[in-house]
């Protein structure tokens, strides 16, 4: 099986797969200050309580935007599965050319999610995410990466809000009855969310 882990700024996703099906998901709150040991603790309980072994993993994928933390997922996967991880990033061959000035500043999740939409449903395409930060990314028909914006994301836009504004507070990111609102949390909603 393959376990494809996914760091982000805000949680970590573990897919596990067999063949091109995922079996199993799971999502965690990213902690920096955790160590190798306490993720693969973590990973084995979620395997373990799924009815998977640790031993069931054949290969293991990472995209990280953490840079902190790729070297502690890569010394998960030699230390508690004897195997080197893949690491996303620009310098691997997916077929894909970067047509941006930097292409090393460019997060492997952007890589990531550019190729799926590309293999999922061609080319051209504008490819939204909405994360700790919210990407748009433009490829090309051929699925090369042309560039994009990021822009805050969700979480950061109403945090943002409730601590520059003296009477607006922190609201769940809830969808409100409707788009337009009629109290102050409404109207928060429909802002952030709309």
């Known amino acids: 099986m393959l376990l494809a882990i996914d760091i982000s700024n805000t949680n970590i996703k573990f897919g596990l797969y067999n063949s091109t099906t995922m079996q199993r998901h799971?999502?965690?709150?990213?902690?920096?200050?955790?160590?190798?040991?306490?993720?693969?603790?973590?990973?084995?309980d979620l395997a373990h309580h799924?009815?998977?072994?640790?031993?069931?993993?054949?290969?293991?994928?990472?995209?990280?935007?953490?840079p902190p933390l790729t070297p502690v997922f890569q010394e998960l996967a030699q230390r508690y599965f004897g195997k080197e991880a893949i690491t996303v990033d620009h310098t691997m061959d997916l077929g894909i050319k970067?047509?941006?000035?930097?292409?090393?500043?460019l997060g492997s999740d952007r890589i990531v999610?550019?190729?799926?939409a590309h293999h999922l449903y061609g080319g051209?395409?504008?490819?939204?995410?909405?994360?700790?930060?919210?990407?748009?990314?433009?490829?090309?028909?051929?699925?090369?990466?042309?560039?994009?914006?990021?822009?805050?994301?969700?979480?950061?836009?109403?945090?943002?809000?409730?601590s520059a504004a003296?009477?607006?507070?922190?609201?769940?990111?809830?969808?409100?009855r409707a788009a337009l609102g009629k109290n102050t949390i409404e109207n928060m909603q429909s802002g952030i969310i709309f």
């Not at 047509?99 to 500043?105: A, K, R, S």
């Not at 090369?144 to 990021?150: P, W």
């Open 26 to 44: 799971w999502v965690v709150s990213t902690v920096r200050q955790r160590t190798t040991d306490e993720y693969a603790m973590v990973l084995n």
């Open 50 to 66: 799924a009815g998977h072994q640790l031993t069931d993993i054949d290969d293991i994928i990472v995209s990280s935007v953490v």
């Open 98 to 105: 970067y047509l941006i000035d930097n292409p090393w500043e």
């Open 113 to 116: 999610i550019s190729l799926a």
């Open 124 to 162: 051209p395409a504008i490819i939204i995410a909405f994360s700790t930060a919210t990407t748009f990314d433009v490829i090309s028909a051929e699925g090369d990466f042309l560039g994009g914006a990021i822009a805050p994301g969700l979480v950061i836009s109403a945090e943002a809000l409730s």
């Open 166 to 176: 003296s009477r607006l507070f922190r609201v769940d990111l809830t969808p409100p």
